[in-house]
């Protein structure tokens, strides 16, 4: 079978499977994730011995030792997943909702009802734990999951999919509403985001050129995820002992994922007070900074070491402890700075001033504006979404974090008594 | 400038431009649209001489005749444009739309809000009238319109985005949010669906091979509107009295739209007695009937004259007076034929048994599924929503009619006081 085979196979599999999770209560589909959870951490030696496995061919390739960090999984990292996949199972019921209802002047009662997208692609990278939480996720709300993942995690992703099935086999849910797509070779992935019809919708999860390649090659309708270069901006009306912890949680808690920030933009008014500060914080923390001229002149006469900026770093998503550094005009000047390099994902004002406040949340075009809080808050869970498939970077049926009720989709219900036009 | 060029810049103005939108109150846009739908009727004369034009190169270039009665300008078609502008005006505004907010327990404010899109693209053939509906929608909603119609109607077109700029500049929106994009090849098409970034959404509206090349093409997030294999299903527990005028509405009210249907599938314990009335109303209507093996059995005992179907039949859409005919099992047999030949688009069943009915649901995989109704109430204004600019036929981001809400997407704002992760 060619790789388009393959694919039209798997999600033929998958969509006759999906009646199987359709039919499921919520109890149902909620007690099979309780299963899963208890035999993931029951069976943490044989997963532990598929990823040994995946970890020794990554050292035989000399692969680079961020990724095998994220390869890695550890006794902690699989009660992790299996938390996860509780946490999920206890979380409201995403279908069935009632989304709109009317009653039109004909008598015709229209139910819009919130139903599962049915066969759903997942395309990431090398951590495993995607494998059990995209699934996990997808199952609640009633999706089967075509689950693409990284060739360096295999064997892991292998052994995960196949104790999912395992228990899956147990309940009144077909297996296949699971199902791990070869990862030989690219051809897959490709087979994937071409199956228009045959696919409802693919993720992508990972690197910013995976997530560039999906949404370029896609037919399939797809969901942006990722990439943020994300700005807190000091007003003038700032309280500085609010701004500092802000700057330095929203740039050094976890420099690596996409709500951290890589710029701070200063109100021009209050550059010469909070830079030396600031700058020096960063720096103690570790960070290499990029900066303006402004900036440049006040770190210089603080003895404060930085670079200037080149014009790629103010559009750089550095995830490591780097941070651009300018200095704007005002409110307008900033929202300007980051319509230029921003990726409209979540920007950070810090003012006591309600009129600076709103003018920056009507100026930002991003899917989140944050006042006086960190861009950290950005995150499913920290929102209290419960769990979280991904952040969408895009304007189109989500954006921000993406939870249960975004992996669904509406159908109208029109009940009559024959009417006609 | 090559269509690249042309298309970057005008979605650069329309950006810019989209500021003055946002800053716009709802009743600014409205008073703009009644201002745009006043002088629509006003220059309806310089509108017809532009039509005209169109016209007669349609003649000359012996174009269809139903082709050329989707170019045709009246004063009568002016009118239901000015007033389609008039009745988006008074529709509810949907910006600023609180979608949800809580507040977590670190004491942060989550609210998320409906904003627009920014820059939307149209690309559409040949009625003129899409110019003026799409761009009302648009305003409304507080999106930029950068509309590519046909060549075909490249006089109207450009006269009726002429008067709309016209009464922009007379108001604090920027003339700007509403731009004609040339037409003279395909080029720009093929630009606009590229301008990933600069434009937020294209939307198609038109035949199914256009719409197949926009989603095919795009890296553009789209939403595919259109085709629909719409069934009628009659039930064994079918009312006769109700199946007939629904199937009859159905088919016959207005064929050449995505609402009408294709299809009707009768469960075989009444299709000896529903078929012969049923295919003698068809025909009497002008329907050619294309139908399977048994039904043909019982056309003929009848004296009523059709066609054995071909496989390909079972999943054309005609726009025109042409029908498919089915005899099923029952009403998993029904599902089961709509999942291989249908377009998920609309099902109605016919029927007085309500478990039959919520199975039938069940099993649908369409936006809009019909209980004892016609199959053409899929439809924007039908449903309520005062205005639509297309039908979606995806399951991301809207599913079914498309109105004002639809056109736009949302933004998390939080509001803290310091708050660190």
Redesign the interface.
């Known amino acids: 079978m060619d790789a388009a085979q393959i694919i039209s196979e798997a999600a033929k599999r998958a969509r006759l499977a999906n ?1 199987t999770l ?2 499921a209560s919520n109890d149902q589909r909620s007690a099979a994730l309780y299963k899963i959870s208890g035999e993931l951490t029951r069976q943490a030696d044989r997963i532990l011995a598929a990823n040994a496995q995946d970890m020794k061919r990554a050292d035989e390739s000399g692969m680079a030792q961020s990724m095998k960090d994220r390869l890695l999984l550890t006794v902690k990292r699989i009660e992790g997943m299996a938390d996860g996949a509780r946490q999920v199972a206890d979380l409201p019921d995403p279908l069935g909702r009632t989304i709109n209802a ?1 009653t ?1 002047p004909n008598g ?1 009662k ?1 139910t819009q009802r919130s139903v599962p ?2 066969v759903v692609g997942m395309v990431y990278e090398a951590r495993p734990n995607v494998t059990v939480d995209a699934a996990a996720i997808l199952l609640k709300s009633g999706n089967s999951a075509l689950l693409r993942g990284s060739s360096s995690a295999t064997a892991s992703n292998k052994v995960l999919v196949e104790i999912m099935r395992e228990v899956l086999a147990t309940t009144s849910i077909s297996p296949d509403v699971i199902q791990n797509i070869p990862d030989e070779d690219r051809a897959t992935v490709t087979a994937l985001l071409h199956a ?1 019809g045959e696919v ?2 693919v993720i992508p999860r990972g690197s910013a050129s995976l997530i560039r390649m999906v ?2 090659e896609a ?1 399939v ?1 797809t ?1 942006e995820t990722g990439a943020g270069v994300c700005h807190v901006y000091v007003d003038d009306a700032a ?1 500085f ?2 701004a500092l ?2 700057l ?3 740039k050094t ?1 976890r420099p690596s994922v996409c709500n951290a920030a890589e710029t701070l933009l200063v109100h021009e008014h209050v550059a010469e007070k909070f830079l030396p500060t600031a700058l020096e914080a960063l720096a103690s923390h570790g960070v290499i900074l990029h900066v303006d001229g402004k900036t440049d002149a006040i770190a210089k006469a603080h003895g404060i070491k930085v670079e200037l900026a080149s014009e790629e770093n103010w559009s750089t998503e550095y995830n490591a402890l780097e941070m651009n550094v300018a200095v704007v005009k005002d409110v307008v000047g900033a929202a300007d700075h980051i319509e230029k390099y921003g990726t409209h994902h979540t920007e950070a004002i810090v003012t006591e001033n309600e009129d600076h ?1 709103n003018q920056f ?14 861009t ?3 995150d499913g869970e ?3 979404f419960g769990a979280e498939i991904g952040i969408s970077n ?4 989500a ?2 974090p993406m939870g249960l009720e975004q992996m669904t ?13």
């Open positions: 009646r359709v039919a009317r039109l015709l229209l997208f049915g228009r409802d919708l949404v370029d037919t309708p969901i309280d002992n609010k912890p802000i330095i949680n929203s808690d406040a949340i009507a100026l930002s075009d991003s899917a989140a504006v944050m006042v006086n809080a960190s950290r808050f950005t920290q929102m209290g895009q304007k189109l049926h954006r921000g989709t509406t159908t109208w219900i029109v009940r009559g008594e024959g009417q006609i036009r």
